[in-house]
Nanobody
Framework: QLQPVESGGGLVQPGESLRLSCVAS????????IGWFRQAPGKKREGLFC????????NYADSVKSRFTISRDNAKNTVYLQMSSLKPEDTAVYYC?????????????????WGQGTQVTVSS
């Protein structure tokens, strides 16, 4: 069963940084665009960023556009989400998702594979 695996979440204070990783072992990276989503309690899953195999990325959430960065290392089958200046409203479970299409989508229902998520809590 192919499934990406997220890591790097945790409890941080407002203003601090975290880097999330998504390892997509067994996937042929050139076949997939990869996105980061998050879901806070009581809210629907929200698309944040997506990155194509060639490194071009798309942002889907203005709330994180200036604070978060997506990148990928195809040789390591890994995608990263660098999060800076974290706020309490960033508290959520963060998921990576693979879409078997070179074109990105920020829509959850258009993704093909999901990780189990990693919890990020921002609190003083």
């Amino acid at each position: 069963q192919l499934q990406p695996v997220e890591s790097g979440g945790g409890l941080v204070q407002p203003g601090e940084s975290l880097r999330l990783s998504c390892v997509a072992s067994g996937f042929i990276m050139a076949d997939y665009s990869i996105g980061w989503f998050r879901q806070a309690p009581g809210k629907k899953r929200e698309g944040l960023f997506c990155i194509r195999y060639n490194g071009l990325s798309t942002n889907y959430a203005d709330s994180v556009k200036s604070r978060f960065t997506i990148s990928r290392d195809n040789a390591k089958n890994t995608v990263y989400l660098q999060m800076s200046s974290l706020k309490p409203e960033d508290t959520a479970v963060y998921y990576c998702a693979l879409r078997r299409n070179p074109t990105c989508s920020g829509t959850a229902t258009f993704q093909d594979y999901w990780g189990q998520g990693t919890q990020v809590t921002v609190s003083s």
